[in-house]
């Protein structure tokens, strides 16, 4: 406890200094979260844009479908076939693919709109909304429900074909055995995911109602799954896999494979920032302890002198050290985690200023937004709680080491 009220006692011998010294400490801890906050929220919003509104997290297809893409690898609707021990999957949802020439159906022949290659998508509605957020893009008329012939267009798309809501389309594709799938969609409503090429290729409908069209009753070509977190899915996807070896599992990473390897390189960056950070804040800190040590080299001697253990020295040293970048640490995360949750409840919107980012397919807003995790929380404050006390311990060394009468013998 003496220790402890020296080592308390000292820090404010030289308040000035000391304040100086925990002024860059807090800063650099309170903008060290805040830029890994900023950081990750940037990245948060990357995966989102292009997992949770097209992809999603799992992906499970014939091992055929995968090497061919052909109409007739298909699975089965019924997604109670796959196994999954673990839970790993929040939700799991069927879809069927259909290649189509789209054109606006109207009675005026000569008014009939252009035609459009597109992408028709079918969707299982209910189960759909557990695994993305497709549905919830609508921006114009109403949703899809089950068994609905009707059909919603990426706002893109719409625009091309000249079409709106309430509209008619005429459909005609590839069918099953050879046939050729025809059809006539109603536009129910119009979409806009935030991915530029699905807003201008891509149409949704009911699961059972291009089965119909196509010729595929009950089937499916791909089953997509939903986790807890996309960070999960390398993992997820192994376990899968091996529960369920007549099946082709992927994860987006495979899918998305420019985005992959960002978060790849994502812990590499992170590192790099930290150690730019805190190698200023240790020339900094190492400087003021040696200051502080080398200067009361007479009164380290006088402690000896009268009776006060070489360890117990050593301890006082690091105490001060600790217990100033411990404060330090402390506010900093305290001001640091009250800007970044200020900055997740109000992003800063740059729209305005630098439009839409296109990267990699998607749609990015250029918004600072902070996310906080206990990493980018707790990593900081813990390495600045740890500096002040190892930066103490060289200077202190160079003082504890001479010999008595040589520490006696210096002015002060």
Not at 17 to 33: E, F, K, S
Not at 43 to 50: D, E
Not at 119 to 131: C, D, F, I, P, R
Not at 320 to 343: D, F, P, Q, R, Y
Request: hydrophobic share 45%.
């Amino acid at each position: 406890m003496l220790i402890l009220r020296l080592a308390y006692r000292n820090l404010w011998r030289a308040p000035q200094r000391t304040l100086l010294t925990m002024g860059a400490m807090t800063t650099a801890t309170a903008v060290l979260i805040l830029t890994l906050s900023i950081n990750l929220g940037f990245l948060w919003s990357m995966i989102i844009t292009t997992t949770e509104y097209y992809h999603s997290h799992i992906q499970i297809v014939n091992p055929l479908y995968q090497q061919e893409s052909d109409l007739h690898h298909t699975l089965t609707a019924d997604t109670s076939n796959f196994k999954d021990s673990q839970n790993n999957l929040l939700g799991l949802s069927p879809r069927l693919f259909g290649r189509m020439l789209l054109q606006k159906d109207s009675p005026n022949s000569d008014s009939k709109g252009k035609t459009v290659a597109a992408e028709v998508l079918g969707l299982e509605v209910k189960t759909e909304k557990s695994v993305s957020l497709l549905l919830d893009c609508l921006v114009e008329g109403s949703t899809l429900v089950d068994n609905d012939r009707g059909v919603l267009l990426g706002d893109q798309l719409a625009k091309r074909l000249g079409v709106s809501t309430g509209d008619k389309l005429v459909a005609m594709g590839q069918g099953a055995q050879g046939s050729v799938a025809s059809a006539i969609f109603e536009v129910r409503g119009v979409f806009h995911s935030g991915d530029a090429t699905k807003d201008l290729s891509l149409a949704l409908t009911s699961l059972s109602n291009l089965q119909n069209v196509i010729g595929l009753p009950n089937q499916a070509h791909t089953w997509i799954g939903r986790l807890s977190g996309p960070l999960e899915a390398r993992a997820a996807k192994d376990r899968l896999q091996l529960e369920n070896p007549n099946f082709t599992v992927d994860s987006w990473r495979e899918k998305l494979p420019q985005l992959s390897q960002v978060i790849d390189f994502w812990d590499v960056s992170q590192l790099i920032l930290i150690c730019i950070f805190y190698f200023a804040v240790i020339l900094i800190a190492m400087n003021t302890m040696s200051m502080a040590i080398l200067e009361r080299s007479h009164e380290m001697g006088v402690l000896k002198a009268i009776g006060l253990k070489q360890y117990q020295l050593y301890c006082m040293l690091f105490l001060e050290g600790t217990l100033m970048s411990s404060i330090a640490a402390l506010v900093g995360g305290i001001i640091g985690i009250s800007i970044a949750l200020i900055l997740y409840q109000y992003p800063i919107d740059l729209t305005t200023y630098m439009g839409v980012i296109e990267w990699g397919g998607s749609s990015l807003k250029p918004m600072i937004r902070a996310y906080l995790t206990v990493d980018n929380v707790g990593l900081p404050i813990v390495l600045m709680m740890l500096l002040g006390g190892f930066t103490s311990i060289w200077p202190a060394c160079r003082v504890l080491s001479k010999p008595l009468h040589a520490v006696l013998g210096e002015k002060r």
